[in-house]
């Protein structure tokens, strides 16, 4: 080129405007005026027109996932602590395939998720190229919300509509698919924010109906499920009906997201083991339900029931999972004249333990030396069934379980939760055969200097097959147990989160796990904590 002289410069998005745009600028601009502005993603080939327009754009925080799953387990994390939707940017129907798992979860959570997942260009699709799939079809175990834009024009519109359907109450996965040449033909547009829908509010007749079951009725079980049941101006009102009636109240086994500790009623769950269940539920008469479906085994056994409850036991449904539970709790309140009451005494904070790890040792030992308004992700499996009798007097907390019963949902989740808690310390509560399947997360991590603490189970064993194993009447050999041990070799958790950035230690008592806590909770990055059992 002559000395002097200069290139043409290309036209930026600025010089187009709005009018001038492709359809993978359309899609980030209208993502970020319908108040999407974070974006958890791995994306692909397929994918990199929406990459370039996210470089493009501001606006847009851009988080990586190593593998799909972490990519969507962050994206349920992230609603549960903001009740926002993120958008997921998926590599193709293999890459939702590898997220099936966590939006399973976030499905069983009702978190609200936008996937936008790349395609094969749709005059492309014809000639069955390697990553063709039914992505549609992946698609739509998980997603209450399913579209496939074919032109540029549409993905606007389309991707609008999506973030309306992943905010409809109480919150759902929506999935959009973007062939590529929608995301690179010129043509975009830009949408406006459409509104979120209502609130559903419950029907007065079912206040009315709730109202005399406990007004009239002996032996009422409150059931409370779902995230608006589970508030802390939900567990006040539900507590003063149950004082007002002598209705005894529990939670689901598995809960989205939990507000407990010092403020909040310190309400239990309905066990996890089925003969637990049973027995606790035996004399239930009549079941009032919030947001919670009636309670069932999470397996089938042989010779028990699939039903926890007696098979004689009315059931009234105050709300389902999408209408406004504290509304309505505040309307039964108000019917039955419940009155104000003081909140039960959940006693002292409990004190930092000694000695051998027991699962109510680490309990106390979390609840002792938790910040206050910390985030408790909670994967621990079958060690972790009774922490919560031990975790009332805790100070206020939110407590985030796994659903759907897909394991490998705690790494993920905690990213996702930290990158949504505004800087609370997140305490990840992790069985380690279920944190490998999501290992990835720690990378993540350590990238976005994430405040997580991350406790490591490491009884080295698949410790609830072990169990399970005996549930269905099966006696384990040398074989089925060969397949259920993690320590042929021994899985080197330090080395592993160190490889990834995320310091770490080894703790073999409940005073070196206290001790490493505390040094935890005073850094600002991630720790790691390989907790012996």
């Keep these: 080129m002559p000395e002097g002289s200069s290139r043409r410069r290309l036209p930026t998005f600025a010089d187009r405007g709005n009018t001038h745009v492709n359809g993978a600028e359309s899609l980030v601009h209208t993502l970020l005026k319908n108040g999407v502005n974070v974006c958890f993603s791995n994306p692909g080939t397929s994918e990199m027109h929406f990459v370039a327009a996210l470089d493009r754009i501001p606006g847009m925080r851009c988080v990586l996932g190593l593998q799909e799953n972490v990519v969507t387990g962050m994206a349920d994390g992230y609603w549960r602590m ?21 939006l399973h979860n976030a499905r069983r959570a009702r978190s609200g998720i936008v996937n936008c997942v790349g395609d094969q260009a749709t005059y ?16 739509r ?50 949408a406006e924010k459409l509104p979120t829908p209502a609130v559903p509010q419950a029907d007065a007749h079912a206040v009315r109906n709730a109202a005399r ?47 407990r500790g010092r403020g909040r009623v310190p309400i239990e769950r309905v066990p996890y083991p089925a003969d637990m269940a049973i027995e606790n539920l035996k004399n239930v008469e009549h079941l009032v339900l919030v947001g919670a479906p009636a309670p069932i085994g999470f397996f089938a056994y042989p010779g028990k029931p699939s039903k926890h409850y007696p098979e004689n036991a009315s ?16 309307a039964l309140a108000e019917d039955l004249s419940a009155p104000a009451v003081a909140l039960p005494d959940a006693g002292p904070r409990p004190e930092a333990q000694r000695g051998a790890p027991t699962p109510e040792g680490l309990a106390r030992t979390v609840a002792a030396l938790m910040p206050d308004n910390a985030i408790i992700v909670d994967e621990s499996v079958s060690f972790g069934r009774g922490f919560f009798p031990a975790t ?10 796994i659903t759907g019963g897909a ?11 930290a990158i949504g808690g505004g800087g609370r310390r997140v305490i990840n509560l992790q069985a380690d055969g279920s944190a490998m399947y999501t290992v990835q997360a720690l990378w993540t991590q350590a990238r976005e200097k994430l405040p997580i603490t991350t406790v490591i189970l490491s009884n080295r064993k698949y410790q609830i097959l072990i169990g399970e194993y005996h549930n269905v009447g099966a006696n384990p050999g040398p074989t089925a147990m060969n397949m259920l041990d993690l320590g042929n070799p021994d899985i080197g958790w330090v080395g592993m989160a160190q490889a990834m950035g995320v310091e770490a230690a080894q703790a ?16 600002n990055g991630p720790f790691l904590i390989e907790l012996v059992i």
């Design 213 to 259: 079951i406990l007004r009239e009725k002996r032996n009422v079980l409150i059931l409370l499920g779902g995230a608006m049941a589970l508030t802390e101006a939900s567990q006040h009102l539900v507590h003063r009906i149950a004082s007002a009636t002598g209705a005894r109240v529990l939670a689901m086994t598995s809960n989205a997201r939990f507000q």
């Design 315 to 330: 059931i009234t449904v105050l709300t389902r999972p999408e209408q406004d539970a504290e509304a309505a709790l505040r």
């Design 392 to 401: 009332h007097a805790a100070p206020p907390h939110d407590w985030l379980q």
């Design 141 to 190: 175990g998980v997603s209450a919300w399913v579209r496939t834009s074919t032109k540029a024009a549409e993905v606007g519109a389309d991707t609008a509509t999506a973030v309306q359907a992943a905010r409809t109450s109480p919150g759902q996965v929506a999935t959009l698919i973007l062939p590529s040449d929608t995301c690179w033909d010129e043509g975009g547009v830009v």
């Design 82 to 102: 903001t009740h926002n939707p993120a958008v997921t940017l998926l590599h193709c129907g293999p890459g939702l395939a590898n997220g099936l798992a966590n």
């Design 407 to 417: 394991i490998g949902c705690g790494l993920p989740l905690a990213t996702g939760a």
């Design 124 to 139: 492309h699709r014809q000639y069955d190229a390697p990553l063709t799939a039914d992505t549609e079809g992946f698609a």
């Design 508 to 523: 073999t008592t409940l005073e070196q796990v206290a001790d490493l806590m505390q040094q935890s909770f005073a850094q």
